[in-house]
């Protein structure tokens, strides 16, 4: 709970600026309640990764499900009530541009030494785009120039373990004690040695001759749904890091040591924003992310942000990194291969994102009755957004009320999206306003991905294919466009679903079948007259629209159980029950042969 004093600082901050009667006193008003509306969001919003730990600690998955959802509408809910409230008490900073600029430089100044004064720069301009809403009015996603003084700028968020000659039991006890339980290991000591083997094992197979010097620990515990985890990297004479993850689980008789995850691809996965967002329990922020950065340095800086819940400065690193990429003489392309139905996809070959806006109306391959409308497309996304992906699911960042210039985007593209997105984009002689835009990491469509996929390829990639389906099923998301031209692949072979305009709740869907029909029956089936989103699982295979024999056959094989009406009807159930689903994160390959039979 928030302190009393913190609550009333903030109706404290409304009495005073409905009081204030010339622009000057309100401005200054206004500055300091936008600071303590953002003091108090920052106190609920650090509460989180220990929340988070103690249900863990507690064996309470549910609750750390409540806590992940929570924690990513915090941000949305508190610009939705007081944005509003402060237009209401101060309707010309809606009308008068210089009223606001006067505020930022205020506002800027009383958090320019603040350690999170980014977070609390987004969140005034998260404000501004609120009270804008519905004007093409852009607001920058940017920050003022870090302050020499920052508080804790030079702090360190790791731990420097020194290894005395040889990676000893001792070490690797420090290491799992770092994040501090409240609940004792089952077997500290045995956990310590089964994992000092595995690492001797896999340094040997990497070729590692010479023994670390240290082993960096991050000063914090790393948690999502039912795991922990323990972030680290052994270091070398030579300057150069190995990572080492280690996955932690709890019981009824304590903390064990699940897996030691170490290789780049899986840490990718692990730490993959198509997860729900880690909670670490480190004000560090920053150097939490450097730290990442240091293991997974072909991961942009702005995913290892919204990784671990930073969202928002997360958006302004990804929109700084376009922007780097763009260079000289580059441009934004319409995206290739077959054209979205209800989204415009558009990219450059050096981007490492994919950017979409919502058309006012769909193509003629649309296939969903009445289309509901870009309000009601966006909506989608951003559910997604707040949701755990399950590690199958692209994030949206979304982007609203910005600018860009015109010069950065093809001139037959500029054309096409102001003609087709009007109620997204504006295109204006001095730049192009884009009400929302939706950016996502690019992958390989999958379709593309098979036209050069031999046998063991495509087989490999059905399978991740029929794991992405059954991870959103247990998130109850059901795409009812079940199309392959929808999922993509990443760079490490995982497939993912990326088009969100289809995406209903599977508890909603009626799951039904033809199986059951006579040979040669006629009449009309039951369900077709049905209201609501109606599925045929037998008639998967067929949706997905695969080009070759060889993909179909593979689909039949690998994922048999999709193709069940059983199989639909046990998840659903499930999730009405409010069965939390345990998520494959990592590789069974990882798992220490001291968790048989726990």
Known sequence: MLAPEALSAVESGYAQLAAAREDTSRVMTTALLILAIFDEFYAKFCEYSHRAKQAFERLDPRASVNVSTERLGLYTRYIAEHGPRIRACFPALSVESILWDSLDRLYAAMIVDRYEADIAFSFAHSVRRNINHGLWKPVAYSFPPPSKLRAMSMASVHRRLAVQGRIDDALLCAALQVPAFSVPFRDLSGDARIIRERVEQLLRDAGEIEVPVALDVVEAGFFRDRSAFIVGRWVFADGHVVPIVLALLNGADGIYADAVVHRIADIHDLFSSTLANLHVTTALYYQTCVFLFSLMPRRPLGEHYSTIGYNHVGKV??????????????????????????????????????????????????????????????????????????????????????????????????????????????????????????????????????????????????????????????????????????????????????????????????????????????????????????????????????????????????NAELLSVGYWLDVQQKLLRGDVPALRVYPDSTKLHADAGR
């Open 317 to 558: 690193a990804i929109l700084n990194e376009i922007v780097a990429q763009l260079g000289a003489g580059k441009r934004f392309q319409r995206s290739p291969g077959v054209p979205g139905t209800v989204a415009l996809g558009f990219t450059f070959d050096a981007c490492s994102y994919h950017l979409k806006v919502i058309r006012d109306k769909p193509t003629q391959s649309y296939k969903w009755g009445a289309f509901p409308g870009v309000s009601a497309v966006t909506e989608k996304y951003r559910v997604v957004h707040e949701i755990n992906r399950a590690g199958s699911m692209l994030d949206n960042v979304m982007y609203f009320n910005m600018r860009m210039d015109r010069e950065v985007f093809d001139p037959a593209l500029l054309d096409e999206i102001g003609r087709e997105a009007s109620q997204s984009v504006q295109v204006a002689d001095d730049g192009v306003y884009l009400r929302s835009l939706i950016v996502q990491l690019k992958i390989t469509p999958l379709p593309v991905y098979l036209e050069h996929a031999g046998e063991k390829e495509t087989r490999a990639v059905i399978a991740r294919l029929g794991h992405c389906i059954r991870n959103n099923a247990a998130t109850n998301i059901f795409n009812k466009d079940l199309d392959s031209r929808n999922y993509g692949v990443g760079r490490y072979g995982r497939v993912f679903l990326f088009d969100y305009d289809a995406v209903e709740k599977l508890t909603d869907v009626k799951i039904r079948t033809n199986l059951d029909r006579e040979p040669g029956e006629d009449g009309i089936p039951g369900w077709f007259f049905e209201e609501g989103v109606v599925f045929l699982p037998e008639e998967l295979e067929h949706g997905m629209q695969f080009k070759s024999d060889l993909a179909r056959r593979c689909f039949r094989q690998e």
